[in-house]
């Protein structure tokens, strides 16, 4: 059953200063699976992900990211994951083809690849006649889809989506989601943070940060057994107030 | 290798698809060479000169004309009194009044001797120190004239031989300034181009958030950093070429030597402004820090360079700093080659120092460029 687990962390800790931004969090993820990392802003939700995608070094603790560990081999967790950040991260100066061309071509896939690839992620999207549009001027909503087609262009195995909905209409939201289900059906792992407690349903588990620690850890169900409420809004209320 | 060349044609495509930067590319060198070289000049003209003249004899009236039929002097007008005369220097009217007293003409001919009040107004130290050339220049001639008037009559054997001088000026034999500048404005343009779009360049992305998403990608260190800067050396080398195209072609600089030993040289030159640029932009959060830094040491070593003061005339310890100034080996080596028609052998010293120092730079670049923080 450990094999399963893709994404293990045990005591992961980082300090700035005598500052806890993450205090000795614990916990697993399973091959597959939509893990939701909730938190309030400042919670720690960003630190934690950039340690465990091998931007940042923990200051101590253990972590494996599928099948990698984070102080000895960043370099290749890089290779088996993909990342969107909460800052939109595609060139707003290059075109929708272009950018799919540098960010496949800086994974590593050859041009023939990519090419392909490109035609099959704008048919995907519905929009064949914009990859000659540049990034820039594209809406919101249609961005976001891209960047998340983009950072799943090498076929990761887990995908990290650091709030990767903010901004967007509900409909686009849903859409969105919607895109998640099947890549996560497709065996990908999804960790997503958010702040959206509707979307915090969608995860098939949930954590909740507090000042760096994780305070609760279940399915959407469980958790709102244990809190006795009805939403996934009131359990965040409930812990981070601190009650 | 493959990786490289993706991240090569994305930041050519960048360049060229921006609009801000095109102009600044393009326009501003051809702009600049031509406005600086015509305008950095050493020559002073116009000098703007006074007097007053207590004698009114023929002596002191041939003085003054022999001023009036200079190029390098306008007459201003004949003062009254001194007080007059720095009351218009400090209105800034006059550069310069000259006061010949009024025994003039009698002391020349009675006691051969005779002084001369100057005043010049030194706000500006250098070219105070030109005008006082010229006037002294202006006097000297003056005074062999009268000496050969007034004492016709010394047998030769018995007379003092008067030394004269008369300079030959190697390499730039009219002192043509444009001849001195052109090459020295190239070398800045290089500079400029290379060390601010490359520096700018990695900050934006860190602003973006682009940055980011590169380092979560397992792109190496190298390939990232030669693929940035790749682009911006073709540039530095396409402005050098362009600016000594100019500098033939419009100020006709000559090009005594070859031009390959030019290129050899500002194709390492180039790399220690990149290398300078990528690390200031990995101390840097925003372009603005970044803009600051890079102009900080611009401005030093511009002024240090040798370009607008001789490096000769400075004090000795700024002589051992310009020893770390790569701007100034590069105008040496430009100014050598162009004017001199100096070969590989000659240049030989700095182009090993400028190795040495683009080296240094860029392992500094490479070491403090980091994916994980």
């Known amino acids: 059953m450990k094999d399963q687990n893709i994404i293990q962390v045990k005591n992961l800790t980082k300090k700035y200063g005598d500052f806890f931004a993450v205090n000795e969090i614990s916990f697993h993820v399973k091959k597959g699976e939509i893990f939701g990392f909730l938190g309030a802003n400042g919670a720690g939700k960003t630190t934690a992900m950039k340690m465990l995608i091998g931007i940042s070094k923990p200051t101590y603790g253990e972590a494996t990211v599928a099948g990698f560990d984070v ?3 960043p370099e290749k967790i890089k290779k088996n994951i993909g990342y969107m950040s909460q800052k939109f991260a595609l060139y707003d100066d290059l075109t929708v083809n272009e950018n799919i061309i540098f960010f496949g071509g800086i994974y590593g896939l050859k041009r023939k690849i990519i090419k392909h690839k490109t035609k099959e992620l704008l048919s995907y ?45 509900p409909i686009t939201r849903r859409q969105f989601w919607e895109m998640i289900y099947e890549k996560a059906h497709q065996g990908t792992t999804i960790f997503v943070t958010t702040h959206y407690m509707d979307e915090a349903e969608y995860c098939d588990r949930v954590s909740i940060m507090v000042t760096g620690k994780i305070e609760a850890l279940d399915t959407p169900k469980k958790l709102k057994e244990i809190y006795k409420v009805d939403s996934m809004n009131e359990v965040f209320l409930k812990l981070a107030r601190g009650e | 290798m493959k990786t490289i060349l993706f991240i090569i044609q994305k930041e050519f495509k960048q ?9 600044i590319i393009f326009v501003l060198p051809i702009m600049q060479i031509v406005i600086l070289s015509f305008a950095a000049t050493f020559e002073v003209t116009n000098i703007e000169l006074a007097y007053i003249d207590n004698d009114k004899s023929t002596y002191s009236r041939e003085l ?18 001194a007080k007059q005369g720095f009351d218009a220097m400090q209105k800034g009217e006059i550069d310069v009044f000259i006061e010949i007293p009024s025994n003039f003409e009698r002391q020349l001919i009675k006691e051969k001797e005779i002084a001369l009040s100057i005043q010049i107004d030194a706000i500006n130290g250098a070219s105070a120190g030109v005008e006082n050339a010229y006037i002294n220049q202006i006097i000297q001639k003056f005074n062999a004239k009268i000496r050969a008037e007034l004492m016709p009559v010394i047998p030769k054997s018995k007379g003092l031989k008067r030394l004269e001088l008369t300079p030959s000026y190697w390499y730039n034999e009219t002192l043509d300034y444009k001849t001195f500048m052109v090459p020295g404005i ?37 390939q990232f950093i030669i693929g940035k800067l790749f682009p911006f050396w073709v540039l530095g080398i396409f402005i050098l070429f362009f600016g000594m195209n100019i500098g033939r072609f419009l100020f006709e600089v000559p090009l005594l030597g070859n031009p390959f030993v030019i ?23 925003t ?21 607008f003061t001789p490096i000769e005339s400075m004090p000795s310890w700024a002589q051992k700093l310009t020893e770390f100034n790569p701007i100034r080996y590069f105008i040496e080596v430009i100014r050598m080659v162009m004017l001199k028609g100096s070969g590989f052998q000659d240049i030989l010293p700095q182009l090993i120092k400028i190795t040495v120092y683009a080296i240094v730079m860029n392992i500094l670049a490479v070491v403090s460029y980091r994916k994980v923080s």
């Open chain 1, 71 to 73: 102080f000895k081999n």
């Open chain 1, 125 to 169: 999207l519905g929009i064949e006649e914009l990859g000659k549009t540049l990034v820039g001027s594209l809406p919101l909503g249609v961005k976001q889809k891209l960047a998340f087609s983009i950072a799943l262009i090498h076929e990761p195995k887990i995908v990290f989506l650091d709030e990767p909905t903010g901004g967007v209409d």
């Open chain 2, 15 to 23: 360049i060229f698809r921006n609009k801000a930067m095109l102009p």
């Open chain 2, 64 to 81: 003054i004309s022999k001023f009036k039929a200079s190029n390098y002097f306008t007459i201003n007008g004949e003062l009254s009194s």
């Open chain 2, 186 to 222: 190239i070398v800045l343009l290089v500079t400029m181009v290379t060390f601010f779009l490359s520096g700018m360049n990695i900050v934006r992305e860190k602003e973006i958030g682009t940055l980011e998403q590169i380092n979560v990608t397992p792109i190496k260190k190298y």
């Open chain 2, 263 to 285: 290129l050899l040289f500002a194709s390492i030159y180039i790399l220690v402004f990149l290398g300078m640029g990528f690390l200031i932009s990995n101390f840097t959060d």
């Open chain 2, 287 to 307: 372009q603005q820090q970044a803009m600051f830094i890079a102009w900080f040491f611009v401005v030093i070593f511009i002024l240090m360079s040798g370009l």
